[in-house]
């Protein structure tokens, strides 16, 4: 979990700027200049109202059992992921062939602040197929497949692949890649291709299990659609950038600031303007949801959850990796779509 490096400086600034800290929630000094004033926060749209029942989570084809290609005894292709929502992916993919190690799993981790140890070395040279996110978000597993220098492994960078780049910005240099479902499609067909190259002997098995694989998503993502269709437009914030590309995929009106957004997400201190910007918005009655993601916590993002349940934004929340880690990526992030569908009922009712 990223440690809380909210500096004197914002304080200060805030202070200067009339507004006193209590409880953790920053509240404006009576008789001090507004400084609310000029920022502009839009209302979500009338037809963005209650969607009536909750849906169900939308089911894992086949996920939670394993795979359902027709297997046969023959050799297991040794994969590391650097994450576990990439390794549960490859493990349905590969099934009873493939031999999947995901080391970034523990729920209290921060994945951006992860430090390798010579177990993972050990694991990535005795890889044969490692998949890693990239886009700085584990530049310690790109080190170690340098150190390693086995031009007999096959690598799957997803970043690189994508086209996504740390010199991008909010959106293009977005580091979490699996939060897009674009992108998790084609990573699934690049893990399908990979595999059957390592293993061709395997292709018709693999195949099958890419088939089920592809059902489960597509049911996955449709609720993914059922939110676009119900409530795009619908204004929400976010403590950090993990929610942009979800917000895009379900055409809601992300309106926090994102300099706040990136700085929480690399572990700095948010400047001190998005900072009042962002709870000028929480306060306007406008933001309809906040997401907070609950691993990069930090006293600043807190207390913007503090102030968004004081006036009575829903609040909903992400990880960065699968909870709880035994659970498929259908699984979590069928939960996580769904709560954030139940928070903009709850919103649009007035609950």
Known sequence: MRSGRVGLTVVVAVLAAGVGVWGGVYHFA?????????????????????????????????????????SSSGPVVNVVAAENFWGSL?????????????????????PHEYEANDSDAKAIKNAQYVIVNNVGYDD?????????????????????????????????GNPHLWYNPAYVNRTVQWMYDNLTTIAPSFTSYFRAN????????????????????????????????????????????????????????????????????????????NVRVLVFNAQTVTPITTSMKAIAEEHNVSVTSVTETIVPPNDTFQEWMGGELNALYVALDAAALGR
């Open 210 to 285: 890419l088939e089920n694989l592809t059902v489960s998503l597509a049911s996955l993502y449709q609720e993914v659609g059922l939110i676009r269709h119900l409530f795009s437009g619908t204004v929400v914030a976010s403590t950090e950038s993990i929610f942009v590309y979800l917000a895009n995929a379900t055409g809601l009106d992300l309106v926090s600031p994102p300099a706040f957004m990136e700085a929480v997400a690399e572990g700095n201190d948010p400047p001190d303007q998005s900072v009042v910007t962002f709870q000028c918005q929480l306060e306007s009655g």
């Open 30 to 70: 009576l008789g001090a200049p507004n400084p609310c004033a000029g920022i502009v926060t839009p209302s979500s749209p009338t037809n963005a109202t209650a969607a009536g029942p909750v849906p169900a989570a939308p089911p894992a084809s086949g996920a939670p059992t394993g795979p359902t290609g027709r």
């Open 90 to 110: 490859v493990s349905q993919l590969g099934g009873t062939h493939v031999n999947v190690t995901s080391i970034i799993t523990d729920p209290n981790t921060d």
């Open 140 to 172: 310690w597993a790109t080190s170690l497949i340098a150190a390693d220098g086995d031009t007999n492994q096959t690598v799957l960078n997803i970043g690189d692949m994508l086209g996504v780049s740390v010199t991008g910005g909010i959106v293009t």
